[in-house]
């Protein structure tokens, strides 16, 4: 699963509060979050789901796929 999922499901919230909070439409955080979309590097989107999740690192991270919470290798 990509990180964007386990940040926000370690946060405690929907896939709509998330796209709420981000302005980011609901439909494009889910597919994002299922790896059906991928946005290219330096995207909008990316930034405004990072600051949303008060994720500090490189926004492309959210992306990365992870297991347990733990990048994979």
């Given amino acids: ?5 386990v940040l926000r499901e370690q946060a405690g919230i929907s896939g709509f509060e998330l ?3 981000s302005r980011v439409n609901p439909s ?17 989107i990316l930034d405004r789901l990072a600051k949303a999740l008060d994720f500090a690192g490189d926004p ?4 990365e796929e ?6 994979a290798s």
């Fill in 1 to 5: 699963m990509r990180r964007l999922r």
């Fill in 19 to 21: 796209a709420r909070s």
């Fill in 28 to 44: 494009d955080g889910s597919a994002i979050e299922l790896g059906r979309r991928t946005p290219p590097a330096g995207s909008v």
């Fill in 60 to 63: 492309t991270a959210l992306l």
């Fill in 66 to 71: 992870v297991d347990n919470g733990k990048a």
